[in-house]
């Protein structure tokens, strides 16, 4: 099966530095990358996703790159606010139908 | 609001003790998903449910089980519980079809506390 790894698990960076965090997948079938955020307690939520066929992808001061020959993926978070210090999942997905394999998880920590 | 809903909020109780954890999918998504995630950890998948028919197994202990009934709610029953089955446990659900592209929405948790 597919096997996602995650790094950095922790992460700090100063108000409005910016912030990557990187993801290798094993499974080259694998089609569709998405990111999830969250809060202490909280449940994962969406916040990017790319498909295998795009490079790139930005909303607002989030962005998601995509190299498919290395298959590795990687969050981008330009002008990092303190609301922004959470727990991030990366995740890969084959097919439709299929499970989502997770990354172990980034804590970011924005400060102020 | 996602729109999956999971139902206890919280649940305590003892080891050696049978639960039962409810989920209901948002209206019309067909795939059931439940995670464990312990404290500080990432999100360990258990199981998938399809259309009422299991797709995929994670690290999922032969104490736990789950279905998927025919209106499409989904139970994750756990036995035997022990003090490391502490945990919050998520429900997720995802329209499927075509596209691979299906958001996966996940529900509040359930927090599961054995003493």
């Known amino acids: 099966g597919e096997n996602v790894e995650q790094h950095p698990s922790t992460l700090s960076v100063q108000e409005g530095d910016s912030a990557v965090i990187k993801c290798t997948y094993s499974?080259?079938?694998?089609?569709?990358f998405p990111w999830y955020k969250q809060e202490l307690g909280k449940r994962p939520q969406l916040i990017i996703d790319i498909r295998s066929n795009v490079g790139e992808k930005k909303d607002q001061r989030i962005a998601v790159t995509l190299n498919k020959t290395a298959k590795h993926f990687s969050l981008h978070i330009t002008e990092t606010q303190p609301e922004d210090s959470a727990v991030y999942f990366c995740?890969?997905?084959?097919?439709?139908?299929?499970?989502?394999?997770f990354g172990t998880g980034t804590s970011l920590t924005v400060i102020p | 609001d996602s729109g999956v809903t999971q139902t206890p909020k919280h649940l305590i109780t003892a080891t050696g003790q049978r639960v039962t954890l409810r989920c209901s999918p948002r209206s019309g998504d067909l795939s059931v998903y439940w995670y464990q995630q312990s404290l500080d950890q990432g999100l360990q998948f258990l199981i998938q449910?399809?259309?009422?028919?299991?797709?995929a197994k994670g690290n999922i202990l032969e104490r736990f089980s789950a279905q998927q009934f025919p209106d499409l709610h989904s139970e994750l029953n756990l036995s035997s519980l022990e003090l490391g089955d502490s945990a919050l446990y998520f429900c997720?659900?995802?329209?499927?079809?075509?596209?691979?592209?299906?958001?996966?929405?996940f529900g509040p948790g359930t927090r599961l506390t054995v003493t």
């Open positions: 995740a890969a997905r084959r097919n439709t139908g299929n499970q989502f394999y």
């Open positions: 449910y399809y259309n009422g028919e299991e797709r």
């Open positions: 997720a659900s995802s329209e499927e079809g075509v596209s691979p592209t299906y958001e996966q929405y």
């Open positions: 499974d080259s079938a694998s089609n569709y």
